[in-house]
Every structure is written in C-alpha cells, then in structure tokens.
C-alpha cells in the first residue's frame, strides 16, 4: 500500500495551510457576521431576516452535510470531490458583486433576497464539502499536527486578512452605496480562486477501501451507530447548545454600530480586530490544543464568549468594543480549531466520513432556528435579554463540557 512520506506531509501541511490563509482572507471581505450583515442592512432587512442570514449559514453548514459524506466514502480521493464541487462556494461571492452593481438600484428588496440565496449557496456547497474535505485533510496531514495546521491556516489567515479587512474599510468609505459592497465581495473572490489554486496541489493517496452506493434514507439510518458511540453522542450535545450559546453572534455587529453610534465601515475595523486577535491566539492555542488536549480550547470559547456578551451590553466606548471583538477573535480560534481537531481525534480509525456527516446533519436543524429564535426576542424585548440568555447557555455548556465530554487527545 502506497502512503505519504514525510516529504509529502510537509509539502500537504504548507500548500493547505496557503489555501486555508487565502480563503479565510476570502471569508473576511464576505464575512457573515460582519460584513454581510451591515450589507442587508442597508438593503433594508429586518432583524428576523438578519436572523434568517445567520439560520441560513448553520443550516447549509449541517443539512448537505449527509449528502457530503455519503460521495465521500465512495471517492477513494477525496480531493477530486472536493475540486469539483467547491466551485459553488466560491463563484457567489463574484454573484453578490454583480447584484451590487447592477440590481440594487432596480429593486433593494429583490437585491436583499437574491443575495440571501446566493449566499445560501455557498454556505450549503461549504456545508456538502465539509465532511470529505475534513477526511481529506486526515488523511494528507500529520496526526501529529492536525491542531497545528488548524491553527496556522487560521493564523496565516487571520493576520493576512487585517491587511484586507483595512481595504474592506477603504473600499467602504471611499465609495458609494452599493458599489462600495460590491468591491468587496469582488475581491474576496478573487482570494478564493488563489486559496482554489494552493488546495489542487495537495498530494493524496487513494483510499483502498470505497463503500458501495446506497439510497440516501438508508445512510442515514446508519446514523444510529454513530450515536451508540456514548462519547461522541455528548459532543453531539455540546454543538446543540453551543448552536444556542452563539446564537446572538450574528447580531454583535448591527447591535454595536447602533449603540455607538458608529459608520458602516466600522465594521471592517470590527473584523480587522477579531483577524488580529484570532491571528495571534491561533498560533498559541493550535499547538497547546495537540498536546494537552483540544477540549481545553472548547472550554476556554465558551468563558470568552459569554466576556464579549456582556462587555457588549456594558460598552459606551468604541474601545471597549474593539476588546469586545478581541474576545470574539480568540473565539473564534478556540472553537473552530478545537472543534475540528477535536472532530478527527473522535473519528480515527473509525467510519469518519458517516460521523462527520452525522454531527453537521443532526446539529443544524438547532443551528438554524438558534438565531431565528435570538432575531424574535430582540424584536420583543430588545437586545439585553437574549444577549444575557446566550451567556448564561455558554456557562452551562461549559460545566456540559467539562463533565460528559472526553477529550481522546488527552487520554492518549
């Protein structure tokens, strides 16, 4: 049987680690929590239609997911898969662009609406991607290091996207509404197509071992094997609440430019301060996470977290934002990497494909009415009770954490 040498490893660790900086410097000029949102905004959305944009991410990062892991085992690479399908996740983004140009003046509403489903798009082509690109990087990475490539990727990406989230700003300020947005998303594009570029040169070896196809109704019956697996049920737990917890997420931004009384492209500051904090702390947490276990970094999300919800409430001063947001980016690498470290650590030499897909697919359907849920109650009451109720749900997911999850990194 052919493997990687160590040769090939390197060059996988440096080519993906390029792709990944280059698509999140990407996800920063079409960010979903910043970007995005200050976008419909101004197109006119409501705050259950801000909450439909953050419910429509969680579901299309759960529900294709199945469908993901199903052509994934029956790809023996994985990476062909993935070549041919994340042209969706990439090519929207150019879309927005154009409807900014040339449909916003027509019909803000009509703009609102198609932009939502494009973007829909993407997420739900990221979503189906999930589980083969997350079985590919197992297989092309060192298991020595998964945490640490996580976190370079993210850190490389991070750093590299304050450079563009000052551009973001530049683009915003300097030009008028909506062709200031569409100079954004247009350039987050073409990161995606250089990140597209670095990811066709990764080296993988062929799986030896391809599962027949089978209706989709009858994979997923095999979910329940998944879910026989005590451990990994209650990390299943953990993602619902966590869905919750950060339900409010999407409404930081919107809440705070209100608040202060702030201009749309303090929003690209927002997120130049998230990237450097998450550039920063990525480069710590990555390696700490593979040797002491990546449910540390779980837990540390939750404290920083339920931090930044309250600092928001309290904020009076653009600074105290900006550490809010400093908050937001050590979150950020906290959970994500944490998360899909995490993730394969529970999956080695297991079906991994099927345990992927079963976590985004049962996770998604909370995901989605999360923050529909969230958008309600900041209708009704505003937005201190529900900022203060994800808090609370963030401290009981961390006492969840500690007792019922088992890191296996940790026990090995």
């Known amino acids: ?25 990407g996800m920063t000029f079409g960010s979903v929590f ?19 944009i953050s419910a429509i991410t969680n579901l ?5 997911a199945i469908w993901g892991a199903k052509y994934a085992e029956r790809s023996a690479k994985k990476l062909s898969l993935v070549l041919k399908v994340t042209m969706l996740e990439r090519v929207p983004y150019l879309l927005i662009a154009l409807i900014s140009l040339y449909l916003v003046s027509f ?15 993407a997420i739900f082509a990221m979503g189906f991607l999930g589980p083969p690109w997350m079985s590919m990087i197992e297989k092309v990475i060192d298991p020595r290091r998964r945490g640490t490539y996580f976190a370079v990727g993210s850190g490389l990406g991070a750093l590299m996207g304050i450079g563009g989230s000052l551009i973001a700003r530049r683009l915003l300020a ?81 809440y705070l430019l209100k608040k202060l009384s702030l201009p749309d492209d303090s929003a690209a500051v927002f997120t130049a301060v998230v990237l450097a904090s998450q550039g920063v702390s990525s480069f710590l947490f990555g390696p700490i996470g593979d040797k002491k276990g990546h449910k540390l970094n779980l837990m540390l999300s939750k404290v920083c977290y339920a931090l930044a919800i309250l600092l928001a409430l309290v904020s009076e001063r653009v600074e105290q934002a900006y550490v809010v947001y400093a908050l937001m980016g050590v979150v950020n690498t906290t959970n994500n990497v944490g998360s899909m470290a995490i993730t394969l650590d529970m999956t080695s030499n ?58 296996p990194r940790a026990r090995r």
């Open 174 to 254: 300097e030009h008028p509404f909506p062709r200031n947005f569409a100079y954004v998303f247009l350039t987050g594009f073409i990161f995606f197509m250089l990140s597209f570029l670095f990811l066709s040169l990764t080296r993988e070896v062929p799986d030896e071992r391809i599962y027949d196809s089978e209706p989709v109704f009858d994979y997923i019956k095999k979910m329940k094997f998944v879910f026989s697996d005590k451990n990994f049920r209650n990390f299943l737990i953990e993602r619902i609440i966590s869905s919750f917890m950060f339900s409010s997420g999407g409404f930081m931004t919107v």
């Open 60 to 64: 299309g990062w759960g529900i294709p």
């Open 34 to 52: 910043t970007i995005f949102p200050v976008f419909a905004k101004n197109l006119g959305a409501s705050n259950i239609e801000l909450g439909l």
């Open 107 to 121: 019909s803000t509403k009509l703009a609102l609406y198609l932009s939502i489903v494009t973007m829909g798009v």
């Open 1 to 25: 049987m052919k493997r990687l040498t160590e040769k090939d490893y390197r060059w996988n660790f440096i080519v993906n680690s390029i792709d990944n900086a280059f698509f999140s410097v």
């Open 350 to 407: 297991k079906r991994k494909e099927l345990y992927m897909g079963s976590l985004y697919f049962m996770t998604s359907p909370f995901s989605f009415v999360a923050p529909l849920i969230c958008g309600k109650l900041i209708d009704n009451f505003g937005y201190a009770v529900p900022f203060f109720l994800t808090g609370v749900i963030g401290m009981f997911n961390l006492l969840y954490l500690w007792k019922c999850v088992e890191d």
